[in-house]
């Protein structure tokens, strides 16, 4: 059955949680004024206006608060094992998290986590911040710089030696990837203590019980307040700021590796790439790659045979 979602005032939240005031339930989601069922239907209030009528009978009962309701397509999937999103996280003081450099031959892998307070989302918006897909490498650059003044966070580089050691040693990219998440909010977490985040948004690569089950064997995993969505960055600007700092720290690590290499490293695993890997294996040997490069990726081959070393 579909859902209806009413927008309304919070006066008028107020009269609804007072004739709704027998069947109240004890839990409120976060973000919710209150959430009752009446009969088959459970009714659920959010301070940004939004009431959710969800269960039989919803269209009577939301009848009478109103004629602009309208239909939703379906309830939101709760996933798994992840928290489901809270209704209005993108006010919400939260730490986003995010990876660059999964695609990449070469370079390292960035992880970083960073937190942003309610209050500050007007100031990152005037900064720039936005999904870094639609950012240049120069603007990245500055919108970094600034954010490094004043914003908490936790960055982490696993550089390609170390990738390739546990990489070649069974560990997969999906679990190096949840380790470093797992790794990056733990330490954030510690450094804004005693302050804790409404939410903790990572932007999904895995599915919320593949992420738990690679941390399953890790002494300390944070659980509590996870939550995942893909296109995070556009759900809280703290994704979105995660993701500026991971790609600074990547290109960084690829300006100094490009400077190793003598010549500029291209980014992604496209045929360009192969062509500068084999100019590497060229110039430098094949034992040089290890440093600079993802040495599992495809790529390795295709360098290799044009290298003429196959
Ligand atoms: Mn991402």
């Known amino acids: 059955m579909a859902n209806i979602v009413i927008k309304t005032t919070l006066e008028k939240i107020d009269k609804m949680k007072n004739y709704y005031g027998p069947y109240l339930k004890d839990k409120t989601p976060s973000g919710g004024v209150f ?13 940004s ?3 959710v009528f969800q269960g039989a009978g919803n269209e009577e009962e939301a009848k009478k608060w109103g004629s602009m309701g309208h239909k939703s397509a379906a309830p939101k999937p709760v996933k798994a094992s992840g928290t489901p999103l809270p209704e209005n996280i993108s006010m919400m003081s939260v730490i986003g998290s995010d990876e660059v450099g999964k695609g990449d031959y070469f370079g390292p892998l960035a992880v970083v986590a960073t937190y942003v307070k309610k ?13 870094s897909k639609n950012l240049t490498d120069g603007q990245i ?22 990738y390739n050691k546990v990489q070649s ?11 470093l998440h797992n790794r990056a909010i733990l330490n954030l977490l510690e450094k804004i203590a005693p302050e804790k985040p409404d939410a903790i948004l990572i932007d999904q690569f895995a599915k919320a019980s593949t992420y738990f089950r690679h941390l399953k064997e890790q002494e300390k995993v944070q659980k509590e307040k996870v939550c995942f969505s893909t296109k995070a960055e556009s759900i809280h600007l703290a994704v979105a700021a995660a ?8 290109l960084q690590a690829m300006a100094q590796l490009s400077k190793e290499a003598g010549f500029p490293l291209p980014k992604g ?10 100019r590497l294996i060229q110039e430098k040997g ?7 490069a993802k040495i599992h990726f495809a790529n390795t081959g295709k360098a290799k045979k044009i290298a003429g070393i196959s």
Do not use: H
């Open 49 to 51: 206006g939004k009431v």
């Open 286 to 292: 094949l034992v040089c790659l290890p440093g600079f």
């Open 35 to 47: 959430s009752a069922r009446k009969g088959g239907c459970t009714i659920t209030a959010y301070r």
């Open 243 to 250: 993701s500026i700092l991971a790609r600074y720290s990547f």
């Open 269 to 278: 695993a496209g045929p360009i790439v192969d062509a500068a890997a084999a």
């Open 119 to 131: 209050e500050q989302i007007p100031l990152l918006k005037e900064l720039g911040v936005k999904d």
């Open 169 to 179: 040693a069974g560990m997969t990219q999906g679990k190096i990837t949840a380790l």
């Open 141 to 162: 650059i500055a919108i970094a710089k600034d954010l490094l003044t004043f914003i908490p966070y936790s960055s982490l580089k696993l550089d390609n030696k170390k």
